[in-house]
């Protein structure tokens, strides 16, 4: 086996989390080796692994969240929250719950004495309280600088209770990719869950990996598409359970609806359980839903079956989507995404014929690459910024390059009056040959009617200065001089 | 010493701190902290008061120098100077205050001679140091105006004896600070007062810098802001009051009303006419809906100001039956919990209701499952667990409110009670 994954993607070589430039020369660039990580000697606010950590596994039932931290760590969990309230309303609850989630805060007397005491009588209230299966302790800033040992105290109380602590290293500091932190959840989740437990395989089983952001409506078409192809869906760790965990090693497969979420824990699955896995991109448009859905058809020797959906559901979808592109074709589109939804967003518009002109996604390695190459084949030029939103860089782009729409976080764009969407809408469809028909109408409903945004760019100013918007945008991005 | 505590309401200091400099007109905030703090302060107050955030900067659109593991190895002070050096360059702020999270704490980042390289060349860029650990966001609250005592507010500005000063009612921690604001406001002016609230109508630095003319300073909650205010009449010899909670409905906005009048010496006339006038508006609408409310044995959970205010007007006011008060903010110090159950003990007619004072969720629901009499809840989007549960109706109208949107809505004053009064409605 190769050498364990730390879960800091920065340690995979040849990722870069800060670059600007035009989207053909940049995939040059990359092949041949000479984009180089570097650094914005200004930039605004991250999003840490921390947050990621926790809102993985926010919705798990029958677990206690413990954050050994100060109290302002698990502000982030507001998020999380109310997605697991919502999609209890979406799954039909009655009685619509909280997630338990209690923080150590750490405070002054922490941070010179060690927080171990806190941490230990976290865990007993937890137990105390709902007597849970799971105990999950995130680590944060704080518990990782003063040097708290939490495997040790972890293991330490594991003796004693029935519960299974499982703690997380989802430092803060540790990582500038926040998509570290589902990486940090699930090699927890190996290493105090499924520990290495072989089960008997069930051949019809797929295991379905899906992050907080995925819609009730999302996993309906998911496991509606899966079941074409009589495959039983094992949908985790979103709105699951231990029992649901634990039957991972028993899936005749595995593949995920992200493309940062759970891809180098399905390797560990392949290694350690001989689970082969799909990992392609996220299903949204019909290219990318195609690309899912043969990628998982394939691992599970369905693929000739697969052939016949894709074109039945082809015939079904495409007079729908052919008059969403007679209003959408040759539009010019500005993208901003988190990693799988940025390059999806970027794949969907083909199917309307719209016209990329800039690219914002987190990070570029080998699989972006992938990506990149397809799109410069499609669109020519476009520029790319690699950043983790950014919105300096973002609007200075977006002002220059004037697109028609903007997709991805509508608050600056609709500053500047440009009509905006979004295709992460955790509450509604997105996904699939079904989500395709509901994003494409709500791009061409926001693109043809704009007034909105029209009008508050009249009145609302983004807080840069004019002299901003002459500048280079990738002004501050300082470092790998060999960079083109 | 901060508690553990489960589903805490809102942030650590610096959240709080980030909540009062997003409200302030063109004011940015450079977070030197780890790459999370961003969003997890505005995701903490922000995000949780009724789904609107601040316009100018917020969450990750809020300069920070990300310290990633180099910085807690070798200090962060070069990645803070470049991010000080671009926030000025880009940024069309009237001002800039440069935070620290716990990992600039921890390690012992010199932000105040970093940030002085600044101010020597004439930039108002101050720094405070705000660790998360240090405390929550009602901390940080106090935490900033300390700061802005100290190094903004200046000296020597004339008095103007009809200027006031609001303080106490926490942008974002209250989910209705801005429609509070503007009826507390409105209110005053009605008085023939000029207001700073410093969070509304695009008041900025400026009104901060100049704020020390004022003739008094009006503390609207229970316990918060009693060190900022010893301080500032050290320093600028302005005097405070306390109206003890947020006044809602006629009773205790007229009680608000006379203590200001009191303090100001006001002319009794002008006091007498504006009283009428309000409480006229506020019966004439009351009077159209009589009965159209089922009568309610009620709970509130919330913040002191509001759990004091609400509990106050539903019961004094409304005739509504108080049974339980839980506040669930940690609250500091004897004296401060005694004021805050005697505003809610003292009632005029209803039999004083049980007062819990936790921040625990746990304990929370505990007090609320064990409470058999009640049939209405007026909490945060929290409690509706609990209410589901026992089957009642729930109105979220304290912090944190994740389930609702909030512009300009008031529970406070004269307006807001009819607001207030209007969301209890239930139809059932």
Known sequence: MAQTYSGVRESKPGRVNDYGGESIKTAEAFKKGCLKRADRSFAQGLQCQQINSMSALMSLEDAVFIAHSPQGCVGCTSLAVDMYRVGQAHRGVKHIKNPHIIVTNLDQKSVIFGGENKLRDSVNLAIERYNPKLIFVFASCASGIIGDDIDAICSDIQKEVEALIIPIHCEGFKSKICASGFDAAFISIQKYILKDTKLPKDENLVNLFAPVSISYADQVEMERMLGLLGIKTNYIPFYSNLEKIKQIPAAAASTSICKVFADEFMKTLEEKYDIPYSHTVMPIGIRNTDKWFRGIAKVMGKEKEAEEIIAREHERVQPLVDKIKARLQGKRVFICGGTGRSFAAAALIDDFGMKLVGLETPTYDDDAQVDIEYLNGIHGDYVVDIANMQPFEQVNLVKKLKPDVFIGVPEWAAKLGIPTTHVLDMKRPTMGYDGLIFLGNKIADQLSNPGFNVKLSKHVRLPYKDSWYDEDAFKYIVGGEENV | ?428
């Open chain 2, 1 to 428: 010493m901060s508690e553990i505590l489960e589903n805490p309401r809102g942030g650590c200091v610096l959240a709080g701190i980030n909540s009062v400099l997003g409200a302030i007109y063109r004011v940015c905030p450079i977070l030197h902290s780890g790459p999370g703090c961003c969003m997890q302060t505005c995701a903490a107050e922000q995000g949780q008061s009724g789904n609107k955030s601040s316009a100018f900067v917020s969450s990750v659109s809020i300069p920070s120098t990300n310290m990633l593991e180099r910085e807690v190895v070798f200090g962060g002070i070069k990645k803070l100077k470049t991010t000080i050096q671009g926030a000025i360059d880009i940024m069309d702020a009237d001002a800039f205050f440069v935070l620290t999270g716990c990992t600039a704490g921890i390690i012992g980042d010199d932000i105040v001679s970093a940030v002085s390289e600044y101010q020597d060349k004439g930039y108002k860029v101050y720094p405070i140091e705000t660790p998360g650990f240090a405390g929550d966001s009602n901390l940080g609250y106090e935490v900033i105006w300390n700061a802005f005592i100290d190094q903004v507010i200046k000296k020597d500005v004339p008095r103007d004896e009809k200027l006031v000063n609001i303080f106490g009612i926490v942008p974002y921690h209250d989910p209705f600070w801005s429609g509070n604001l503007e009826e507390i406001s409105r209110i005053l002016r009605g008085l023939g007062l000029k207001v700073n609230t410093f969070f509304t109508e695009h008041q900025g630095i400026e009104t901060i810098e100049n704020c020390s003319g004022a003739a008094l300073n009006i503390i609207v909650n229970p316990w918060l802001f009693g060190g900022p205010a010893k301080k500032f009449e050290e320093k600028f010899g302005v005097p405070s009051i306390r109206y003890p909670g947020l006044p809602i409905g006629a009773t205790d906005t007229g009680r608000f009303v006379r203590q200001v009048a009191e303090a100001l010496k006001l002319d009794e006339k002008l006091v007498n006419d504006f009283l009428e006038k309000e409480e006229d508006y506020v019966y004439s609408y009351l009077a159209q809906s009589i009965g159209a409310l089922s009568w309610k044995r009620f709970a509130v959970v919330g913040d002191s100001a509001s759990a004091v205010g609400i509990t106050r007007y539903l019961a004094n006011d409304y005739s509504f039956t108080p049974k339980l008060v839980i506040i669930s903010e940690p609250v500091f110090g004897q004296s401060n919990k005694e004021r805050i159950e005697k505003e809610i003990t003292d009632l005029e007619y209803a039999v004083p209701p049980k007062v819990v004072f936790t921040a625990d969720q746990f304990e929370i629901n505990r007090t609320l499952a064990e409470e058999e009499d009640i049939t209405l809840i007026v909490g945060s989007s929290n409690e509706r667990e609990a209410a589901s549960l026992k089957g009642v109706q729930c109105i979220a109208a304290t912090f944190p409110l994740k389930d609702r949107l909030i512009f300009n809505r008031a529970i406070a004053g004269y307006r807001g009670s009819l607001t207030l009064t209007e969301d209890l409605y239930d139809n059932l």
